[in-house]
């Protein structure tokens, strides 16, 4: 057993080296409980505030912050006239490393740091990894390195240092799975659990009234095959900690918290790791009443900018709160090499500023109302655009119809040079509902000559066009995306700053009158090439924002990885990068609680080729680091892939053929990708006010056609129940009716009907069944 200061060491082995130790720091600690007791005043904080009712967030959580330990700046949070208040008025536990409060500490510094904790009635933390030094668990080093805790904590304490919790940093996993560094413990839970409870105990009798915390980490950071649990990474988690919780109760002491230390880079939830599991650790921890705090702890080893660290703690909060994880502690530690400095709270991105701003994103998150058309947190809608023979290869390509996606990007212009462009519309908007997709109507200002959004904003000439559209959204009834004047800064639409939200007022404006916009989410779209002034606001009003109550949600094109990449820079030469900018949008979208759709997305520079190995290059390049940027921006819930071959276009000939079903590796991850559960697809999509455009039938059915997939014909089941009108029509995926197989009265009972693809060219087919105002519908594969 450990005994720490006062008492015999713990080996046998009690050697004059340790023996010296002994009497060394029981001298020492003599001389600083005299040194407290009669002339310290004691700052501890008040045993009121010190219970479970935190400030603030939800009635009864707490806002913990860690900055680095051995910075040289850490102290400078304390100094005075240090802008950190804000922050400080709104955390409820500040985190220290016990290695931080060393003999040098500067006084002033010292009783700076206690009056500012003191008046903000902040609680105090400390992270103590006393039981981690253990070299293969036979020497006095776990002890030694313990007893050198305790002593620079007392030290603390006897100058003034408020004492509020003691933090004990991975005993379990460090005994159980090899010391640290390079250990060989191999201990049982139940010996682990017994040493901790010793050191505990130890701290107990000079400090009688502090609390307990334990972090793990979560996934381990160590697996594999043990002596004491051979196969199975020490069993299951939840029982290891059910046994280290009755140890600590059979011995008299208490744990309050259990910290889940996962940063970051563990959020892709490997098997049976991850997200899921700290889920079921929280649980497991409140049926015990421990409160459980969740580490959000983006860096683990390694260089990262000011920016990543900030927008990746973030992430791991939304991704956290998206598998349905409350926990007690919201923390924001930084046990790495932050690049940044600690103070000021005002300049991005100092530490403080990074966690004030979390602390109010999150506030923000749980206040905010969803936007029209927003699905739940954690799911993406799948969508595609926008060239018919392209969108249908690509759903070809898919070779699953439980991945279809779910919206379709088209566009629309004012005025345009079409002819008969209502009515086109209008049959665009049936074909969407005959299919089931959710339409997404890009509307472009121009003439095809001149861009006309300054005619939209000052003058009435193009009023009837606005209104005819509206018109024809409300006659079709359900749910659609309308993003006006898209990519609206970019040179290549050179629309016109303060003009330009007026225009996009007046459409929104115009669909209200006419009742449509209760059906309608709003777009206001960007490209990160376009200059970075698309938040400005001056004397004359705000430069291209149209206002919160005008704009539902925020939109951006992605095309080039460097503009998303989650590696790249956000800032080259000085000047803020593309990459950069596609974040400080999205930053602006979180602070104003607006989803994202990525309205135009495409691999572009990919040259897409059939060569397998050419694939496998091109998805390592574009599509992981796609996938990531999802993954770190759950303010992000749709995107439209557009399926082309650039090199057909003159003027992006050089962005490459970005065509998923070109090549067969890509192809086939794109498909696994997408079956993850968080997209939203056509089939089986299951969203909060999503109509769907298929009643259920009653009176008849409808089979799967045979044989599917077909070369030339096949064969349609179907049965009625009582004689009536059966309609049988089958349409492209882009909803253009390709024939009518039945239009007339059937008798009860169950027909066939065969169907002659010949002429069609392969790709994904519907067939569409209307019985007294009742319709199914399903899908087929014509391969040729």
Same mark, same amino acid.
């Given at each position: 057993? $450990?005994?720490?200061?006062?008492?015999?060491?713990?080996?046998?082995?009690?050697?004059?080296?340790?023996?010296?130790?002994?009497?060394?720091?029981?001298?020492?600690?003599?001389?600083?409980?005299?040194?407290?007791? $009669?002339?310290?005043?004691?700052?501890?904080?008040? +045993?009121?505030?010190?219970?479970?009712?935190?400030?603030?967030?939800?009635?009864?959580?707490?806002?913990?912050?860690?900055?680095?330990?051995?910075? *040289?700046?850490?102290?400078?949070?304390? #100094?005075?006239?240090?802008?950190?208040?804000?922050?400080?008025?709104?955390?409820?536990?500040?985190?220290?490393?016990?290695?931080?409060?060393?003999?040098?500490?500067?006084?002033?510094?010292?009783?700076?740091?206690?009056?500012?904790?003191?008046?903000?009635?902040?609680?105090?933390? =400390?992270?103590?990894?006393?039981?981690?030094?253990?070299?293969?668990?036979?020497?006095?080093?776990?002890?030694?390195?313990?007893?050198?805790?305790?002593?620079?904590?007392?030290?603390?304490?006897?100058?003034?240092?408020?004492?509020?919790?003691?933090?004990?940093?991975?005993?379990?996993?460090?005994?159980?799975?090899?010391?640290?560094?390079?250990? &060989?413990?191999?201990?049982?839970?139940?010996?682990?659990?017994?040493?901790?409870?010793?050191?505990? %105990?130890? $701290?107990?009798?000079?400090?009688?009234?502090?609390?307990?915390?334990?972090?793990?980490?979560?996934?381990? =950071?160590?697996?594999?095959?043990?002596?004491?649990?051979?196969?199975?990474?020490?069993?299951?988690?939840?029982? &290891?900690?059910?046994?280290?919780?009755?140890?600590?109760? *059979?011995?008299?002491? &208490?744990?309050?918290?259990?910290?889940?230390?996962?940063?970051?880079?563990?959020?892709?939830?490997?098997?049976?790791?991850?997200?899921?599991?700290? %889920?079921?650790?929280?649980?497991?921890?409140?049926?015990?009443?421990?409160?459980?705090?969740?580490?959000?702890?983006?860096?683990?080893?390694?260089?990262?900018?000011?920016?990543?660290?900030?927008?990746?703690?973030?992430?791991?909060?939304?991704? =956290?709160?998206?598998?349905?994880?409350? +926990?007690?502690?919201?923390?924001?530690?930084?046990w790495y090499d932050h690049p940044s400095r600690n103070v000021p709270e005002s300049q991005p991105y100092t530490f403080t500023y990074a966690c004030?701003?979390?602390?109010?994103? $999150?506030?923000?998150?749980?206040?905010?109302? !969803?936007?029209?058309?927003?699905?739940?947190?954690?799911?993406?809608?799948?969508?595609?655009?926008? *060239?018919?023979?392209?969108?249908?290869?690509?759903?070809?390509?898919?070779? /699953?119809?439980t991945i279809h996606p779910v919206v379709y990007n088209f566009y629309y212009d004012i005025p345009g040079t079409r002819g008969d462009k209502f009515?086109?519309?209008?049959?665009?908007?049936?074909?969407?509902?005959?299919?089931?997709?959710?339409?997404?109507?890009?509307?472009?200002?121009?003439?095809?000559?001149?861009?006309?959004?300054?005619?939209?904003?000052?003058?009435?000439?193009? /009023?009837?066009?606005?209104?005819?559209?509206?018109?024809?959204?409300?006659?079709?009834?359900?749910?659609?995306?309308?993003?006006?004047?898209?990519?609206?800064?970019?040179?290549?639409?050179? =629309?016109?700053?303060?003009?330009?939200?007026?225009?996009?007022?007046?459409?929104?404006?115009?669909?209200?009158?006419?009742?449509?916009?209760?059906?309608?989410?709003?777009?206001?779209?960007?490209?990160?090439?376009? +200059?970075?002034?698309?938040?400005?606001?001056?004397?004359?009003?705000?430069?291209?924002?149209?206002?919160?109550?005008?704009?539902?949600?925020?939109?951006?094109?992605?095309?080039?990885?460097?503009?998303?990449?989650?590696?790249?820079?956000?800032?080259?030469?000085?000047?803020?990068?593309?990459?950069?900018?596609?974040?400080?949008?999205?930053?602006?979208?979180?602070?104003?609680?607006?989803?994202?759709?990525? *309205?135009?997305?495409?691999?572009?520079?990919?040259?897409?080729?059939?060569?397998?190995?050419?694939?496998?290059?091109?998805?390592?390049?574009?599509?992981?680091?796609?996938?990531?940027?999802?993954?770190?921006?759950?303010?992000?819930?749709?995107?439209?892939?557009?399926?082309?071959?650039?090199?057909?276009?003159?003027?992006?000939?050089?962005?490459?053929?970005?065509?998923?079903?070109?090549? !067969?590796?890509?192809?086939? %991850?794109?498909?696994?990708?997408? @079956? #993850?559960?968080?997209?939203?697809?056509?089939?089986?999509?299951?969203?909060?006010?999503?109509?769907?455009?298929?009643?259920?039938?009653?009176?008849?059915?409808?089979?799967?056609?045979?044989?599917?997939?077909?070369?030339?014909?096949?064969?349609?089941?179907?049965?009625?129940?009582?004689?009536?009108?059966?309609?049988?029509?089958?349409?492209?995926?882009?909803?253009?009716?390709?024939?009518?197989?039945?239009?007339?009265?059937?008798?009860?009972?169950?027909?066939?009907?065969?169907?002659?693809?010949?002429?069609?060219?392969?790709?994904?087919?519907?067939?569409?069944?209307?019985?007294?105002?009742?319709?199914?519908? @399903?899908?087929?594969?014509?391969?040729?």
């Amino acid at each position: 057993m $450990i005994r720490l200061i006062i008492g015999s060491l713990s080996r046998n082995r009690a050697t004059c080296e340790a023996s010296k130790m002994k009497t060394f720091l029981v001298t020492l600690l003599f001389l600083i409980c005299t040194l407290h007791l $009669i002339g310290q005043e004691s700052l501890q904080i008040s +045993p009121e505030r010190s219970g479970l009712h935190g400030r603030g967030f939800n009635g009864g959580k707490r806002y913990w912050i860690s900055p680095a330990s051995v910075r *040289s700046d850490f102290w400078d949070m304390f #100094k005075p006239g240090t802008a950190w208040d804000t922050l400080l008025s709104r955390i409820h536990v500040f985190s220290i490393h016990v290695n931080a409060l060393t003999e040098r500490t500067d006084t002033t510094l010292l009783l700076s740091a206690v009056r500012k904790l003191k008046d903000a009635r902040v609680l105090v933390n =400390y992270e103590c990894g006393g039981l981690r030094p253990f070299s293969g668990c036979d020497s006095l080093a776990g002890e030694r390195h313990a007893q050198g805790e305790l002593v620079q904590l007392l030290r603390w304490y006897s100058r003034g240092g408020p004492i509020d919790f003691i933090t004990m940093d991975s005993p379990i996993n460090t005994m159980i799975a090899g010391g640290d560094p390079n250990g &060989t413990c191999n201990w049982s839970v139940q010996r682990a659990a017994n040493e901790m409870v010793d050191y505990m %105990k130890e $701290i107990r009798r000079v400090l009688p009234a502090v609390r307990f915390a334990l972090v793990e980490p979560i996934p381990w =950071y160590r697996v594999g095959s043990l002596p004491n649990y051979p196969g199975n990474n020490y069993g299951d988690l939840l029982m &290891t900690l059910d046994t280290v919780l009755a140890v600590v109760s *059979s011995r008299g002491e &208490t744990l309050e918290i259990f910290h889940s230390d996962s940063p970051y880079e563990y959020s892709d939830d490997p098997p049976t790791q991850g997200w899921k599991k700290i %889920k079921a650790v929280e649980e497991f921890l409140h049926s015990k009443g421990l409160r459980h705090g969740r580490i959000h702890n983006s860096q683990l080893g390694g260089f990262q900018s000011d920016q990543m660290f900030y927008e990746r703690t973030l992430a791991s909060w939304y991704r =956290y709160k998206d598998t349905g994880g409350d +926990p007690d502690e919201i923390e924001v530690w930084s046990w790495y090499d932050h690049p940044s400095r600690n103070v000021p709270e005002s300049q991005p991105y100092t530490f403080t500023y990074a966690c004030k701003q979390f602390f109010e994103e $999150i506030e923000r998150a749980a206040a905010r109302v !969803p936007a029209k058309l927003e699905p739940p947190n954690g799911k993406v809608y799948h969508g595609v655009g926008q *060239s018919n023979r392209w969108v249908n290869e690509y759903i070809a390509g898919l070779a /699953d119809s439980t991945i279809h996606p779910v919206v379709y990007n088209f566009y629309y212009d004012i005025p345009g040079t079409r002819g008969d462009k209502f009515e086109q519309l209008r049959q665009a908007l049936t074909a969407e509902r005959d299919i089931g997709r959710i339409p997404h109507l890009s509307i472009a200002f121009t003439d095809g000559r001149v861009w006309t959004d300054s005619i939209i904003a000052t003058g009435n000439r193009y /009023d009837y066009i606005i209104d005819s559209i509206a018109a024809a959204c409300k006659e079709y009834g359900r749910r659609i995306f309308i993003r006006p004047g898209f990519e609206f800064n970019g040179s290549w639409n050179p =629309y016109h700053p303060y003009l330009y939200p007026l225009a996009f007022r007046k459409i929104v404006d115009r669909f209200r009158a006419f009742g449509a916009a209760d059906s309608a989410a709003f777009l206001w779209c960007y490209y990160p090439s376009a +200059p970075n002034d698309f938040d400005s606001i001056d004397t004359r009003g705000a430069r291209w924002y149209p206002g919160d109550s005008y704009v539902d949600w925020f939109s951006l094109d992605l095309f080039y990885v460097r503009d998303f990449h989650p590696d790249s820079a956000g800032y080259r030469r000085g000047q803020l990068s593309t990459k950069g900018k596609s974040e400080r949008f999205l930053a602006l979208a979180r602070e104003k609680g607006k989803p994202v759709f990525l *309205s135009e997305l495409s691999a572009a520079g990919t040259f897409v080729t059939t060569d397998f190995n050419d694939g496998m290059n091109d998805w390592n390049l574009w599509f992981v680091p796609f996938w990531r940027f999802l993954d770190e921006h759950p303010e992000v819930k749709g995107f439209n892939y557009i399926n082309w071959d650039w090199t057909q276009f003159g003027q992006w000939k050089e962005w490459g053929d970005a065509r998923i079903e070109v090549n !067969p590796f890509i192809r086939m %991850k794109y498909a696994e990708e997408l @079956r #993850k559960p968080r997209f939203i697809h056509l089939r089986g999509a299951k969203t909060t006010g999503i109509e769907s455009s298929v009643v259920p039938p009653s009176a008849f059915k409808l089979f799967q056609n045979y044989p599917n997939p077909f070369n030339g014909s096949t064969t349609i089941g179907f049965e009625v129940a009582t004689a009536g009108s059966v309609r049988l029509i089958v349409f492209d995926v882009l909803g253009r009716k390709v024939a009518t197989l039945l239009d007339e009265e059937w008798s009860p009972g169950r027909h066939l009907v065969s169907f002659d693809a010949d002429g069609l060219p392969s790709g994904i087919y519907f067939y569409r069944m209307t019985v007294s105002n009742q319709a199914q519908r @399903r899908a087929m594969v014509l391969i040729r």
